[in-house]
């Protein structure tokens, strides 16, 4: 079966790769900062913003934001190049990355808050540092200083916190809820439906549920809306609900 292509619906997204068999893909101080520095060069290049990061040693966490359909452009570019430089440096041959990298989709405020804690507190949780702003290699210690780097003037936590040191340190010191991310994790990556391919037209989405009697009804109109092939995103969207709420019908049917 060939590969499918990947949606890439304007939006923010958390993104993760590692290293070929778990190995390490960050060996030294340098390789992080050439790491940091193609993000910086790509994120720009491509119009992308840059909310938060984690760079751990056999894998990495991006919190970004796209207003193009150029995620897998982008993520091309950063993943090999960076293999490039890596490999040439260690004197090594190969694939560096896992594979293609992991994406997922943020469908809501709730996922984007859990997410920006759940990435800066990477380190902490690896029992690397007991400080999260202590650690170099995250977008943490940045939010920290007085003076934010260019890369990341335009993030989520510098827009809306500004200068609030104690509150930026306070909200990502907050205690995350694991259930609660693994079940945002899998309702956003259903965005990546097996047949997005398909261009289906959202004015007949529309027109599918238009005069909905009940709840009864609209959700078994849902049930075969996917069926059909339409994406619970796109389902969500035209009725304007969350992308959570779409999926807890088609788990209900299938219990």
Known sequence: MPRLPRIEIPGYYHIINRGVEQRVVFEEAEDYEYFKELLCLYTKSFGITLH??????????????IKKENLS???RQLSMNYAIYFNKKHKRSGHLWQGRFKSWYVVNEAYLYTLMIYIEQNPLKAKIVKDIAEYPYSSCHYFLEDNIPTFLKDSWIVQNYKDDKD????FLNSIVDTAQLQELK????LVDAPNID???????LIKMFDGIGDIK????????AIEKGYSQHGIAKVLGISQPAVHGVL?????
């Not at 938060?52 to 934001?65: A, F, K, R």
């Not at 398909?198 to 007949?204: G, M, Q, S, T």
């Open 73 to 75: 452009k982008f993520m």
């Open 186 to 189: 899998t309702a956003s990556s």
């Open 251 to 255: 788990k209900r049917r299938s219990k």
């Open 217 to 224: 009804e609209r959700n078994m109109k849902i049930l075969k």
């Open 167 to 170: 509150a930026i340190k306070a």
């Open 52 to 65: 938060n990061y984690c760079l751990m040693s056999n894998h990495y966490h991006l919190l970004i934001e």
């Open 198 to 204: 398909i261009k289906l037209k959202e004015k007949d």
